[in-house]
C-alpha cells in the first residue's frame, strides 16, 4: 500500500523555467490537495480537488495551475517559477463522500528551490 | 479571518520530561481539531477531536479539547529522544455552502528532546 507517492523529491529550477510536481495516491480518495511549508509559515493551501474533473483555489493560488482528469492523479503546475515559490511542497488527500471526519493522509514531500 | 496559534513555537527538554504543547483558535464554523507530528518527511496524523472535554490517548501521548476556551493541548509524558519532532495543530472547518471543509493549520511546535 503506497499510499500518496509525490515525485521528484528535489528539484532546482532557475527562474522562468516550468515544472510539474506529480502526486499519486492509491487509497481512492476523492478529495487531494497540495500544500507548501515555509519556515514561520506552517502549511498554506494553494488548490485542491474534490473529485475528478472538480479543482479550486486554496489559500495561495497564485502561480500555479492543477487538473484532476484521474481520482488517483494530481499534478501541480508551476508555469514560470520565481524565487519565491521556493519550497517544500506537500501533496495530501483524504476521504471526501460520506465521510464527515477524516485526517488527511501526506506524501512525503517535494523540495523545490527556484534561483 | 480563521486563525490558529500554537506555542510555544520551539521547545527543548530532556529525555523522561513532560511536555505539553498548545494550540489556540479564532475560527467560524469549527468542526474538529487535528494534532499532526512531522520528522523529516511526511506530517503523520495523531488525533482528531470533535467534542469538548473528550480525551485522546495512544501510549504516553494525548490531547483534550476545549471548546469553550478555544484550545487544545497536547501532552507528551516521560519523552524520549524519538519524540523530536514539529507538531502541528490544524483546525477543520464546516465548508461553506457547495464547499469543501478547509484546514487551517498553526505554525508548528519544535520539540527537541535530548538524551
Known amino acids: 500500500n503506497a499510499g500518496v507517492t509525490q515525485t521528484p523529491k528535489f528539484q532546482v529550477l532557475k527562474t522562468g523555467q516550468s515544472m510539474t510536481l506529480q502526486c499519486a495516491q492509491d487509497?481512492?480518495?476523492?478529495?487531494m490537495s497540495w500544500y507548501r511549508q515555509d519556515p514561520g509559515m506552517g502549511l498554506r493551501l494553494i488548490h485542491y480537488?474534490?473529485?475528478?474533473?472538480?479543482?479550486d483555489q486554496g489559500e495561495v493560488p497564485n502561480g500555479y495551475n492543477v487538473s484532476r482528469s484521474t481520482t488517483e492523479d494530481f499534478p501541480l503546475r508551476l508555469l514560470s517559477a520565481a524565487p519565491s515559490q521556493t519550497s517544500v511542497y506537500f501533496c495530501?488527500?483524504?476521504?471526501?463522500?460520506?465521510?464527515?471526519?477524516?485526517?488527511?493522509?501526506f506524501g512525503n514531500g517535494t523540495r523545490l528551490t527556484v534561483t | 479571518e480563521d486563525k490558529v496559534v500554537q506555542s510555544p513555537l520551539s521547545l527543548v527538554v530532556h529525555e523522561g520530561d513532560t511536555v505539553t504543547l498548545n494550540c489556540s483558535y479564532e475560527?467560524?464554523?469549527?468542526?474538529?481539531l487535528l494534532w499532526y507530528k512531522q520528522e523529516k518527511k511526511a506530517p503523520t496524523f495523531l488525533f482528531m477531536l470533535?467534542?469538548?472535554?473528550i480525551e485522546k490517548k495512544s501510549g504516553r501521548l494525548s490531547s483534550i479539547l476545549d471548546k469553550k476556551e478555544l484550545s487544545s493541548i497536547l501532552n507528551i509524558t516521560a519523552t524520549q529522544t524519538g519524540d523530536s519532532a514539529i507538531y502541528l495543530c490544524?483546525?477543520?472547518?464546516?465548508?461553506?455552502?457547495?464547499?469543501?471543509?478547509?484546514?487551517?493549520f498553526g505554525k508548528g511546535m519544535k520539540l527537541t528532546v535530548n538524551p
Open positions: 480537488s474534490v473529485g475528478a474533473g472538480i479543482t
Open positions: 475560527v467560524t464554523n469549527f468542526r474538529s
Open positions: 487509497m481512492n480518495h476523492e478529495y
Open positions: 490544524a483546525v477543520a472547518l464546516l465548508p461553506a455552502q457547495g464547499g469543501s471543509e478547509k484546514l487551517v
Open positions: 470533535t467534542s469538548s472535554g
Open positions: 495530501a488527500s483524504r476521504p471526501f463522500k460520506g465521510v464527515l471526519h477524516s485526517p488527511l493522509h
